[in-house]
């Protein structure tokens, strides 16, 4: 496991200037391995172009996962390395497969937007808007079954507010009573529409206490901000009282790494660049005290660490074609006849 | 040995899997309190508890979701979908994800979960609820199919499913549930992924699944009677799909026909007959048949709908002109 993801215990209290040092940490990792992904990319060593970065993302990823504990499991959306991150994933494994190469998390199959870990509870990102929320449900069955007080929980955008898939999960955590967790990361654009072009309820917590969760809406600026409205929703839900939290925050850029924005205005993209909450938990940092210095280098650190991601990406191999037909089944199961095999079957017979 | 219906042998898998692995568990619609649409799941929570027979709202893409999910977390769901005819309201959940999550997270986990469902005519229950849709699902790499025509399949197929590493799509057949044979269910399982031939014959080949397999064995029988011995191959599951069966009796006999309840265009019956044509060509004597569903929405006319699928006397019909 990398170096203190939030979800390990902080050096100090919540509230105090070290702990908002740890988040603002974490949240820097984050802005920088995005950025480095958009390099990656520009350099031609990504897999594709499907690349949905998450900054102006990062307060809602660090201070959701602050309340994550061992053994907790979750799912994401497409736009998911930050949440990722927070949680401990190594950044080097996850840029490998962002390239696509063997190293990767997923063996270079997955790639951004399939990125899994078993062993840091990561059952998934998704590339269908809301398709890794009902995984949640089953999990949480299981947590409750097994009574560990895990708490699962489906990370997704405003995007997949409306899908259909969200209720049916909502609705059946609330009956059963699971330790689970809906945490809808509001960047206030599905793909190009803007969230009031999508639909006429913007509260959007309003709907998760319909189906009878607890339910918060909190802005994204301040991550200590997000974190407490976490820390309270998670609690219950690890008593069986699932929770929704909407965070709404500015995606800085467009939807995919080819995307200029044209359905938003330079305007409205300067002012919502200026609600950046990496830079204002900078700022809270100096104003308590902190040595400007001292922030200098920290981020100096996090960039040789995400430079070195990209090195590992691309000095790493890509998949052997032999593994093409692997895990389309499991382990002991006959792998699928390729169709090159095939035809030299049935050619040799005529 | 003892009389038993396809209901009552699914009925017994479940209960014996159930006894047999902690982890199994049932969901879906009215498979609790109701005993399950058509009361394969009846008794079920009076012997096992509301915590492993969950009745579930009316959510069936939750439905498969959840399951996708527990399976991921260490149980073995078993999912219930009334009728196949709502497979679409799961699609993304199936084929999307229970079938591709082996492969995107590079082999980390599996899928492990059944969902059962059942499909095809014979009820009058109309065009949403009569179809045969196992061609999506064969469709789909990393979903397995599995189709069973008989008591003692069904139990044995379905025990056998709840120990697969893989997401298990198990097909019933509405119109089998009643049927009796007699099974001694304690017997040697059949192998998994296996086709069965259900009766020799050395003038043509028919390949058939689920209900159509008694439909096809009532075309043979009457073509017995005019000394035309046809061979009827029970595939069991289409996918793992045992060709070597189909391969092994089609080159002895020279001509095969393909019976399946579902509609012909684009369905399971031309991928076994292009099968067959490409793989046994050298040893046919006659085209490979279809022998399928209209290529129509299933009516709720009992005429209608017996006609729109294959019928004994079509499959004697096309036989005897595959053999002249």
């Known amino acids: 496991m990398n170096a203190s993801p939030s979800g390990a215990a902080p050096d100090g209290a919540r509230g105090s200037n ?27 060593e990504s897999a594709g172009s499907m690349l949905h970065l998450s900054i102006g993302e990062e307060s809602a990823a660090v201070g959701a996962v602050a309340a994550m504990r061992d053994g907790d499991t979750f799912t994401t959306h497409h736009r998911g390395h930050g949440i990722f991150l927070a949680r401990g994933a190594d950044p080097d494994r996850m840029m490998a497969e962002i390239g696509g190469k063997d190293t990767g998390y997923c063996r270079g199959k997955g790639g951004s937007m399939h990125i899994a870990d078993m062993g840091l509870g990561h059952l998934g990102a998704n590339a269908i808007v809301g398709g890794g929320i009902p995984a949640v449900v089953g999990a949480g069955l299981a947590s409750k079954r097994e009574g560990r007080g895990a708490v699962s929980t489906a990370f997704f955008g405003d995007g997949a507010m409306q899908q259909g898939i969200l209720y049916e999960s909502m609705n059946m955590a609330a009956l059963w009573d699971l330790p689970v967790m809906f945490v809808c990361i509001n960047n206030q654009y599905g793909m190009g529409t803007r969230i009031d072009r999508a639909t006429r309820g913007t509260q959007l917590h309003e709907r998760a206490l319909a189906f009878g969760l607890a339910a918060r809406s909190v802005d994204g600026l301040d991550v200590e901000v997000v974190e407490e409205a976490a820390q309270e929703l998670f609690e219950g839900a690890r ?52 040595d400007a210095a001292d922030l200098d280098a920290l981020d100096a650190t996090i960039a040789k660490e995400m430079d070195a991601s990209i090195d590992f990406a691309i000095g790493s191999d890509a998949p052997a074609m032999d593994s093409m037909f692997r895990d389309v089944y499991g382990p002991d199961e006959a792998a699928p006849e390729s169709v090159r095999a095939r035809l030299d079957r049935v050619l040799a017979r005529a | 040995m003892a009389q038993i219906t396809y209901r009552d042998a699914l009925r017994q898998a479940l209960v014996d899997a ?50 996708v999910g527990a399976a991921m977390s260490g149980l073995r769901p078993v999912a219930e979908l009334m009728y196949v005819d709502f497979i679409g309201m799961t699609m993304d959940q199936l084929c999307n994800q229970a079938a591709k999550i082996r492969y995107m997270f590079g082999g980390q986990i599996g899928v492990p979960m059944v969902l059962r469902t059942q499909g095809g005519t014979g009820r009058s229950a109309g065009a949403q609820h009569s179809q045969s849709l196992e061609g999506l699902v064969m469709h789909t790499p990393g979903l397995r199919l599995v189709m069973p ?102 080159e002895k006999v020279g001509r095969a026909m393909v019976v399946s309840e579902a509609v012909m265009t684009a369905g399971v019956a031309a991928e076994l007959a292009a099968r067959i044509s490409e793989e046994c060509f050298d040893y046919l004597e006659q085209p490979v048949l279809r022998i399928a569903g209209e290529d129509i929405p299933i009516s709720v006319s009992v005429e209608l709908e017996a006609n729109s699928v294959p019928t004994p006397a079509l499959i004697e019909h096309a036989a005897r002109r595959l053999v002249e």
């Open chain 1, 239 to 290: 008593g069986g009282k699932p929770g929704f939290l909407a965070i709404s925050c500015f995606r800085f850029f467009g939807h995919a790494r080819k995307d200029k924005s044209p359905y938003r205005t330079e305007q409205e993209e300067r002012e919502g660049r200026e609600r950046d909450p990496v830079r204002h938990t900078r700022e809270r940092l100096v104003a308590e005290g902190r």
């Open chain 1, 18 to 44: 070290d702990h908002l040092l740890e988040r603002y940490r974490d949240m820097r990792r984050i802005r920088t391995f995005e950025e480095r992904v958009g390099e990656l990319f520009v350099r031609g």
């Open chain 2, 149 to 250: 025509a008989t008591a003692y399949d069904a139990y044995h197929l379905l025990r056998q499913s709840l120990v697969q590493p893989d997401p298990v799509v198990f097909i019933e057949h509405k119109g089998l549930y009643t049927m009796k044979e007699e099974a001694d269910l304690a017997a040697e399982p059949p192998a998994w992924g296996k086709a069965v031939v259900r009766r020799p014959g050395a003038d043509l080949v028919i390949v058939t699944y689920s209900r159509q397999v008694h439909q096809a064995l009532a075309a043979a029988e009457a073509l017995a009677a005019d000394g035309i011995q046809a061979c009827v191959i029970d595939l069991r599951t289409l996918n793992p799909l045992d060709f070597d069966t189909v391969r092994t009796e089609v």
């Open chain 2, 18 to 67: 159930m006894e047999a692995d902690d982890s199994v568990l049932v969901i879906g619609e009215e498979v609790g309190r109701y005993g399950g649409a058509y009361g394969v799941t009846k008794g079920l929570i009076e012997q096992f508890g509301q915590a492993r027979v969950l009745d579930t709202p009316i959510s069936e893409a939750g439905i498969v979701g959840t399951a």
